[in-house]
């Protein structure tokens, strides 16, 4: 594999209506390999370039993001006709699968490993929700997508949230993508079915209604079509869970009641105020770690093994891949990303050239003259240069007895330097002739 192929698709994982995703490795220097998830765009949306934009910018957004329960993002890079995004690999089961795993067995998620997936969830959402730029700026991210699939739970009982922003880019489809956002319906928030200016908020009562449907094993909002789902979720009526689950505790109902509010007002103004009483409620019920997580996702990941069919060429139009991913968030003269502009649709993030920082403005100087003036004042003086032979004579005269010559005096021992940072303070402003430490450092 040539230093350009970094990744290497090893199967396909999943497929959806946006785009399909591939288990492979990245591959480097001494067998170096590392297991990654690559997402790629579906190539019939390559050509809408408002979504392409925006899934760009937002793939960038996640480079932001690095937290145990976000999924992280590594790559961007354009290959095979398509867009992708490489991220981390997470060996499990999404939330979704996990609860058809349990309806198949015909059982039900215990109410205190529901109560800890939800806790992590809010986790998550909490980090996301006061992310920062690399200015300290507020990114203001709202995730706008948290459905059981962007839940993603390891082997290992860690739950992580994925998918952060393409929610947000699925806004530039066209009627003719129609079939892409079916289904997410049931997860919206009853302000964006009115058209209502939304906020984080809409993020809790999401990860209300997954609370709701661990605990019950239904969907809370489910119509007959997607028209009927939209206006189920517009009136925001929520059965009492008991219903279909008596033994759920009041401490559950209560916590479900305000993350399901009808009103963002109402509602969980914060996802830490969410967590917080999941934590106190948990205190109260029989202890969940992950475990117990774990113990779920491994075995709706091996159903899934066992029921997958391989299929001849998993990653066909993918090749290698990837074939020149070394964009590292960046792009090559010509791409999508350079004929336009980013826009990133999230407030505090800015697409900026990054300029040129000189290192000898930091005031590091006096560190490296002392570390180079150390061996320098042990070292022998260096023997002088002979001095050029004489014209010879005409005719040579006889050689005459010299002494023998008093044996070299040692160089005299040069006084210790000052401190660093007294030599720091006692720096001249002005340049000195031998250039700045970097340079001579680098060896420029």
């Given at each position: 594999?040539?230093?350009?192929?970094?990744?290497?698709?090893?199967?396909?994982?999943?497929?959806?209506?946006?785009?399909?995703?591939?288990?492979?490795?990245?591959?480097?220097?001494?067998?170096?390999?590392?297991?990654?998830?690559?997402?790629?765009?579906?190539?019939?949306?390559?050509?809408?370039?408002?979504?392409?934009?925006?899934?760009?910018?937002?793939a960038?957004?996640?480079?932001?993001?690095?937290?145990?329960?976000?999924?992280?993002?590594?790559?961007?890079?354009?290959?095979?006709?398509?867009?992708?995004?490489?991220?981390?690999?997470?060996?499990?089961?999404d939330?979704?699968?996990?609860l058809?795993?349990?309806?198949?067995?015909?059982?039900?998620?215990?109410?205190?490993?529901?109560?800890?997936?939800?806790?992590?969830?809010?986790?998550?959402?909490?980090?996301?929700?006061?992310?920062?730029?690399?200015?300290?700026?507020?990114?203001?991210?709202?995730?706008?997508?948290?459905?059981?699939?962007?839940?993603?739970?390891?082997?290992?009982?860690?739950?992580?949230?994925?998918?952060?922003?393409?929610?947000?880019?699925?806004?530039?489809?066209?009627?003719?993508?129609?079939?892409?956002?079916?289904g997410?319906?049931?997860?919206?928030?009853?302000?964006?079915?009115?058209?209502e200016?939304?906020?984080?908020?809409?993020?809790?009562?999401?990860?209300?209604?997954?609370l709701?449907?661990?605990?019950?094993?239904?969907?809370?909002?489910?119509?007959?079509?997607?028209?009927?789902?939209?206006?189920?979720?517009r009136?925001?009526?929520?059965?009492?869970?008991?219903?279909?689950?008596?033994?759920?505790?009041?401490?559950?109902i209560?916590?479900?009641?305000?993350?399901?509010?009808?009103?963002?007002?109402?509602?969980?103004?914060?996802?830490?105020?969410m967590?917080?009483?999941?934590?106190?409620?948990?205190?109260?019920?029989?202890?969940?770690?992950?475990?117990?997580?774990?113990?779920?996702?491994?075995?709706?990941?091996?159903?899934?093994?066992?029921?997958?069919?391989?299929e001849?060429?998993?990653?066909?139009?993918?090749?290698?891949?990837?074939?020149?991913?070394?964009?590292?968030?960046?792009?090559?003269?010509?791409s999508?990303?350079?004929?336009?502009p980013?826009?990133?649709?999230t407030?505090?993030?800015?697409?900026?050239?990054?300029?040129?920082?000189?290192?000898?403005?930091w005031?590091?100087?006096?560190?490296?003259?002392?570390?180079?003036?150390?061996?320098?004042?042990?070292?022998?003086?260096?023997?002088?240069?002979?001095?050029?032979?004489?014209?010879?004579?005409?005719?040579?005269?006889?050689?005459?007895?010299?002494?023998?010559?008093?044996?070299?005096?040692?160089?005299?021992?040069?006084a210790?330097?000052?401190?660093?940072?007294?030599?720091m303070?006692?720096?001249?402003?002005e340049?000195?002739k031998?250039?700045?430490?970097?340079?001579?450092?680098?060896?420029?």
């Amino acid at each position: 594999m040539s230093e350009s192929q970094r990744y290497h698709i090893v199967e396909k994982i999943a497929a959806g209506g946006m785009a399909e995703v591939y288990r492979g490795e990245s591959a480097g220097i001494e067998g170096f390999r590392k297991k990654v998830a690559i997402k790629r765009v579906l190539p019939k949306l390559s050509a809408n370039r408002d979504f392409i934009n925006m899934f760009l910018d937002e793939a960038r957004l996640g480079a932001y993001l690095s937290h145990s329960r976000c999924v992280q993002v590594f790559d961007i890079g354009q290959g095979g006709g398509a867009h992708f995004i490489v991220m981390e690999f997470v060996d499990g089961a999404d939330l979704k699968e996990v609860l058809e795993y349990l309806a198949g067995r015909q059982e039900r998620m215990a109410v205190e490993v529901a109560c800890r997936i939800a806790l992590d969830v809010c986790e998550g959402l909490s980090y996301a929700h006061n992310a920062k730029d690399h200015s300290g700026r507020p990114l203001d991210i709202v995730h706008r997508d948290i459905s059981p699939h962007n839940v993603l739970m390891t082997r290992f009982g860690e739950v992580k949230l994925v998918d952060f922003g393409l929610a947000k880019a699925s806004s530039h489809l066209t009627s003719e993508d129609e079939d892409i956002v079916k289904g997410k319906f049931g997860y919206l928030a009853p302000e964006v079915t009115r058209g209502e200016k939304t906020d984080r908020r809409v993020d809790i009562f999401a990860a209300g209604i997954l609370l709701w449907e661990m605990l019950t094993g239904r969907r809370l909002f489910l119509g007959a079509s997607d028209v009927e789902t939209f206006k189920l979720v517009r009136d925001a009526v929520i059965p009492d869970p008991r219903q279909f689950r008596p033994d759920i505790p009041e401490d559950v109902i209560a916590v479900l009641g305000r993350a399901l509010a009808g009103s963002p007002a109402q509602r969980y103004p914060v996802a830490d105020d969410m967590a917080r009483d999941l934590s106190v409620l948990l205190t109260r019920l029989p202890p969940a770690n992950y475990l117990d997580i774990g113990k779920l996702v491994a075995g709706a990941a091996d159903q899934r093994v066992s029921r997958k069919k391989p299929e001849a060429g998993d990653a066909s139009g993918m090749g290698d891949l990837i074939i020149d991913a070394r964009r590292d968030f960046s792009a090559s003269p010509g791409s999508v990303m350079t004929q336009e502009p980013s826009r990133l649709g999230t407030p505090g993030i800015e697409a900026k050239s990054g300029g040129f920082e000189d290192p000898s403005a930091w005031g590091l100087d006096a560190l490296f003259d002392e570390a180079a003036s150390q061996p320098a004042a042990a070292a022998p003086a260096p023997a002088p240069a002979p001095a050029p032979a004489p014209a010879p004579a005409a005719v040579p005269a006889a050689p005459a007895v010299q002494p023998a010559a008093a044996p070299p005096q040692p160089p005299p021992r040069r006084a210790p330097p000052p401190p660093p940072r007294q030599r720091m303070a006692q720096a001249p402003a002005e340049e000195k002739k031998e250039g700045p430490f970097w340079r001579r450092w680098f060896g420029g």
